[in-house]
């Protein structure tokens, strides 16, 4: 099961030095808001006339036509989905698949970071045209529902996981299931999925969970890394990630089965609508012609694949 996301050597070197320094667990990038990364440079705000050659490029919105750019908000600290390499570069699988998406679209998709949950708040506020993070597409988040949702959104949905519980190496605690993690200590980023899945498996404990809620996701690594919980709840391609590379592939397990698989988004404001059917053409498109598969291989992650860029498939 864990060979699914072994990395082969590909054009960035951001693992090499993570995982040597065993900063992937300790060295969080945090909440840092105000900083960003890029998936293709900086244009120093200027308007760019790049992409009147690419495939896609009428379909955009006029407004992002000449800025030559689409925002992209992101809690960059989840690898191998998104996060930060040694060179302080914005790396992993939702950038390389944004890169394709720019070339199809002929913009820059550029990469802000920012807390899970206020992602979407952020977006309808006008601070990031689109969001990338490994967002699950849910009923709830596209009507606003969720806390982290206010105002809603749509989602173009470009990949497929679900969640996963990680323990220490060894199990100390011998978890197998969700029913195992009653009267533990479990810990989940705030605002996800992840937590959700805490937050239903209380219900069917006779002895409560005592969960540890973190904003980002690191910290919730952290947590199971230094004791102070039992197991952690992380969205599967991230667990995975973690027992392969953290600490050379010592410190962790996964265990059971992939929980509630479903589409991650690429979440757009609900208004724009023409936005939304531009990035749903570039996924269909990179999805076509293999880019999107290349990327996926590049990062061992093709169980997440999709064949159809669909739009709130979620549930």
Not at 221 to 249: C, K, M, W
Not at 269 to 289: H, Y
Request: hydrophobic share 40%.
């Amino acid at each position: 099961m864990s060979a699914n996301l072994v990395r082969r050597p590909r054009r960035r070197a951001a693992i090499g030095a993570l995982v040597a320094a065993g900063a992937l667990l300790l060295a969080a990038c945090g909440d840092q808001t105000d900083d960003g990364g890029s998936s293709g440079g900086d244009n120093g705000g200027e308007t760019q006339d790049t992409g009147s050659e690419a495939p896609l490029f009428d379909l955009l919105p006029e407004d992002i036509q000449q800025a030559g750019v689409i925002n992209v908000g992101s809690d960059i600290a989840y690898a191998p989905i998104e996060f930060y390499d040694e060179n302080d570069e914005v790396a992993g699988i939702d950038p390389d698949i944004a890169a394709a998406l720019g070339e199809a679209l002929g913009v820059e998709l550029r990469f802000e970071n920012g807390t899970f949950d206020g992602l979407i708040l952020g977006m309808n506020n006008g601070r990031h045209d689109i969001i990338m993070s490994a967002m699950t597409d849910t009923a709830d988040r596209q009507a606003g529902v969720s806390e982290d949702a206010e105002g809603g959104a749509d989602f173009v949905n470009y990949f497929q996981a679900g969640s996963a519980i990680l323990v220490a190496a060894g199990n100390p605690e011998g978890i197998a299931s969700l029913d195992d993690l009653c009267g533990l200590t479990v810990a989940a980023q705030q605002g996800t999925a992840n937590e959700a899945v805490i937050e239903a498996q209380q219900e069917q404990c006779d002895e409560p969970i005592d969960p540890i809620i973190s904003e980002v996701d690191t910290d919730t690594i952290t947590a199971l890394q230094s004791g102070r919980a039992d197991a952690a709840i992380t969205d599967f391609p991230v667990a995975l990630y973690n027992e392969l590379n953290a600490g050379g592939g010592e410190l962790f397990e996964v265990v059971g089965d992939q929980i509630d698989a479903a589409p991650y988004g690429i979440a757009v404001n609900k208004s724009d609508t023409e936005l939304r059917d531009a990035l749903q053409a570039a996924v269909q498109q990179i999805i076509d012609d293999g880019t999107y598969a290349d990327i996926l291989a590049e990062w061992n992650a093709d169980t997440g694949a999709i064949e159809e860029a669909t739009v709130n498939a979620g549930e």
